[in-house]
């Protein structure tokens, strides 16, 4: 919802700006300009990009108005997971978590803590770590490359969404020259029309430049800024997940291996100690 309301305050100050000093609201509209900046700029970015980003992009764009949904909350049911696996395979060894990764959506445990379960990201990364437990091929030093080279991937793979939008922002003041040119280019069909029709058109011009600008700092740039900020949580809930399983996977109890968790959680989400604790109790009920 912010960044709804922080667009649609963008676009109120706009008006206010126009409207405030005494200018008519009406020379806004001016759907050539529009469909000359929009359309080429939707254009480029066609050129500009593969077929699978640009089907994707629009629905990354609005997935900006939920965000990445990850918060205390989130880590919280992370923290509380990673303790009853880690106590499950101390006691009974990696078997006994064989049937839940497995099912993990009929698992009891998995259902334990809905936000993770929810996140296909982290559940990706999660069940197949942990399937390499199971089958007793990982050490250590290998997992954390294997999760380090997973994670990697999926930051560059998603960061081409935000790239895009960046350079369609970066194109857009341009663009918006190109739509004032043409709107001079017809002016000069006006001049020997009175002064009020002659400015009338160049007012016209001139809202291409205005509109080229404001969607590129107004409108592209944040929401490319936006999209940088939900890959950013997505890419540290996954250094959450890898800090746990490789201190594990080390050889450290689960008190430790949860502490590296926690301690690569940003600290708005970062349980205390004692909440911690209290998740670790409250794992051994599963």
């Given amino acids: 919802m912010s960044v709804i309301a922080g667009l649609l305050g963008v676009v109120a100050c706009l008006i206010i700006g126009l409207v405030g000093p005494g200018g008519p609201i009406g020379i806004l509209m001016q759907p050539f300009e529009f ?22 992009l629009i629905p990354k764009v609005l997935s900006t108005t939920k965000g990445s949904g990850i918060n205390k909350k989130t880590y919280m049911d992370l923290l509380g997971l990673l303790a009853s696996l880690f106590d499950t395979i101390r006691k009974d060894g990696v078997l006994g978590i064989e049937e839940d990764i497995s099912s993990p959506e009929t698992s009891a445990r998995f259902a334990k803590y809905p936000a993770v379960l929810q996140n296909h990201h982290v559940m990706e990364t999660l069940i197949g770590a942990l399937r390499l437990f199971v089958d007793g091929v990982v050490n250590a030093f290998d997992l954390e490359r294997l999760l380090d080279t997973e994670i990697e991937t999926h930051h560059e793979e ?129």
């Fill in 35 to 56: 469909i000359v900046i929009v359309g080429i700029g939707i254009c480029s970015v066609i050129v500009a990009n593969p077929g699978y980003i640009c089907k994707k």
């Fill in 158 to 286: 998603e960061s081409q969404y935000p790239n895009a939008m960046t350079k369609l922002s970066d194109a857009f003041p341009g663009i918006g020259i190109v739509a004032a040119v043409l709107g001079i280019i017809i002016t000069m069909q006006f001049l020997t029309e009175p002064p009020e029709v002659i400015g009338h058109h160049v007012a016209c011009a001139l809202v291409g430049t205005m509109l080229g600008i404001f969607l590129s700092y107004g409108v592209a740039g944040p929401l490319a800024t936006r999209l940088e900020g939900i890959i950013h949580d997505n890419t540290i809930i996954l250094k959450c997940v890898q800090a746990g399983l490789v201190s594990f996977a080390g050889g450290a109890p689960p008190v430790v291996a949860l502490e590296f968790s926690r301690k690569t959680i940003p600290s708005e989400f970062r349980p205390t100690s004692q909440e911690l604790e209290a998740l670790m109790k409250d794992a051994k009920k599963v």
